[in-house]
């Protein structure tokens, strides 16, 4: 038998009910890891839980909004209390909408900014704390293509995973002598919880299929798999970088 990846590691992961956080978090459990989860719907978590036959002493769900203070402190308070260390952490908890920059709402770009770039900060505080401590740890944001290069009605959100890439740059470097890995993930276009609503605008739908080398989006399961490459021993060397999953989108 193929030993686990992360056996025995312990993993806390965001926006884990749907799409990638989904994926991730049967896939890290697969490979041998004990789960954090948070996601905002229970639902969600109970029929996840129910499904992949989740071991309770393995993994912890916790419903709420990641992008509340008081809510970070008590999950993460939970998990520590249950797991007493953390090896593992991805910041995938998000959202996106589309609309021209002048009809945005002040209170609509501050709930992108809070719920996308604030839970990463929150997340990497709480956690950090602790890696620091222990002097070992890795750390995976998701991000986007959109992160790195500018599309229209999109500025919301790409604010936040640009902001997401840059401040995963900066925790590599300050954390490195603590010997915890930052990465990050920008995955293209690829089949999770939005795609369906995606799709009904077909000129936009086609069109990333045109811009895209390989001519085809991705999946949630594509994402996961770097996931797991970052949070393994595989990546040890590897940090403050990068990774795009987005079939080429990127090269040109």
């Known amino acids: 038998m193929e030993k ?5 590691k312990v993993c806390v ?19 041998g ?13 109970a029929g996840l839980k129910k499904a992949e036959g989740f071991a309770d002493d393995r993994v912890l769900t916790y419903a709420g909004d990641v992008s509340e203070e ?24 998000g959202i996106r909408f589309r609309k021209p920059f002048l009809e945005i709402g002040t209170e609509e770009w ?19 704390r602790l890696m620091v401590k222990q002097k070992a740890g890795k750390i995976i944001n998701l991000a986007s293509i959109i992160g790195t ?12 995973k640009g902001g997401i890439i840059t401040l995963t740059k900066c925790l590599a470097v300050e954390w490195a002598g603590h010997s915890i890995n930052v990465n990050v993930i920008a995955p293209g276009f690829c089949e ?3 795609a369906d609503n995606f799709k ?31 949070a393994s021993s595989m990546s040890d060397y590897v940090t403050g970088e990068v990774l795009s999953v987005d079939g080429g989108w990127s090269a040109w």
């Open 4 to 8: 686990e990846i992360l056996k025995d």
């Open 13 to 31: 992961i965001t926006g884990a009910g749907k799409g990638i956080g989904l994926e991730t978090a049967k896939l890290f459990y697969r490979e």
């Open 33 to 45: 890891a004990k789960l954090a989860l948070i996601s905002r719907d229970p639902a969600d978590l």
């Open 70 to 93: 008081k809510i970070v402190v008590d999950f993460i308070g939970q998990a520590l209390a249950m797991f007493g260390r953390f090896d593992v952490l991805v910041n995938n908890a």
């Open 110 to 128: 501050q709930k992108v900014i809070n719920t996308n770039l604030g839970t990463v900060y929150l997340m990497c505080r709480e956690v950090g």
């Open 149 to 160: 290069l500018g599309l229209p009605d999109l500025s919301a959100y790409g604010a936040s």
């Open 192 to 194: 999770t919880s939005y």
């Open 200 to 230: 009904q605008n077909k000129d936009l739908y086609q069109f990333t299929l045109d811009r895209t080398p390989q001519k085809k989006w991705g999946s949630a399961g594509d994402v996961a798999n770097a996931c797991l490459y970052l």
